[in-house]
């Protein structure tokens, strides 16, 4: 039943095979738990936010379209939980960024790239959380402009300004920095 495809498992889910739901979990657990993580900066929130994703994928499973990629549909549901998650806190979040382990140093990894790396983790915190959702999508979980604009419910062309206006702010907050 592992070598299905997602969309196959929503369908057999769809049928009442809850174990669909068990390998999609397995499949989508640490790439969901590190975009939450990454677009709130809270592991807490983002334990939350992956169960949260789990529950809507089975309370909403006959809302999808087989005719539809199954991924999109997921981070659709997860980039909703997030606008909730802020909607309902009504505050940007300061962002924790203890649970970034620190890179032990050996001979591959220079001083200088941790530093860049910590800066850059610090730059991408200082973007709201729509920005850094846009940019984890798009760079992180590599998802096409359309995987994109199907997730947030924008057209492709509105996908690619949002991406383009988040770097660019990225990019001032960077631009003082040595990277």
Same mark, same amino acid.
């Given at each position: 039943?592992? &070598?299905? /495809?997602? @969309?196959?498992? %929503?369908?057999? %889910?769809?049928?009442?095979?809850?174990?669909? #739901?068990?390998?999609?979990?397995?499949?989508?657990?640490?790439?969901?738990?590190?975009?939450?993580?990454? =677009?709130?900066?809270? $592991?807490?929130?983002?334990? &939350?936010?992956?169960?949260?994703?789990?529950?809507?994928?089975?309370?909403?499973?006959?809302?999808? @379209?087989?005719?539809?990629?199954?991924?999109?549909?997921?981070?659709?549901?997860?980039?909703?939980?997030?606008?909730?998650?802020?909607?309902?806190?009504?505050?940007? =979040?300061?962002?924790?960024?203890?649970?970034?382990?620190?890179? /032990?140093?050996?001979?591959?990894?220079?001083?200088?790239?941790?530093?860049?790396?910590?800066?850059?983790?610090?730059?991408?915190? $200082?973007?709201?959380?729509? $920005?850094?959702?846009?940019?984890?999508?798009?760079?992180?979980? @590599?998802?096409?402009? $359309?995987?994109?604009?199907?997730?947030?419910?924008?057209?492709?062309?509105?996908?690619?300004?949002?991406?383009?206006?988040?770097?660019?702010?990225?990019?001032?907050? #960077?631009? &003082?920095?040595?990277?």
């Amino acid at each position: 039943m592992t &070598d299905l /495809t997602d @969309e196959s498992l %929503l369908k057999t %889910l769809c049928n009442g095979e809850i174990k669909s #739901l068990g390998i999609l979990y397995e499949r989508y657990k640490g790439i969901l738990h590190n975009y939450f993580l990454r =677009v709130t900066g809270d $592991q807490e929130a983002s334990n &939350d936010l992956l169960m949260a994703t789990f529950e809507r994928i089975y309370k909403y499973r006959h809302s999808y @379209e087989s005719r539809k990629k199954v991924r999109p549909w997921i981070f659709q549901i997860a980039s909703n939980l997030i606008k909730d998650h802020y909607k309902k806190s009504k505050r940007w =979040v300061s962002i924790n960024t203890s649970h970034y382990k620190e890179e /032990t140093m050996n001979t591959e990894v220079s001083m200088d790239r941790v530093a860049r790396h910590k800066k850059l983790h610090k730059a991408l915190h $200082q973007l709201k959380p729509s $920005q850094r959702n846009i940019i984890s999508m798009y760079y992180l979980l @590599e998802m096409s402009y $359309q995987d994109i604009s199907i997730s947030e419910n924008i057209s492709v062309n509105n996908a690619r300004i949002k991406i383009c206006r988040s770097l660019k702010k990225l990019k001032e907050i #960077l631009k &003082d920095s040595d990277l």
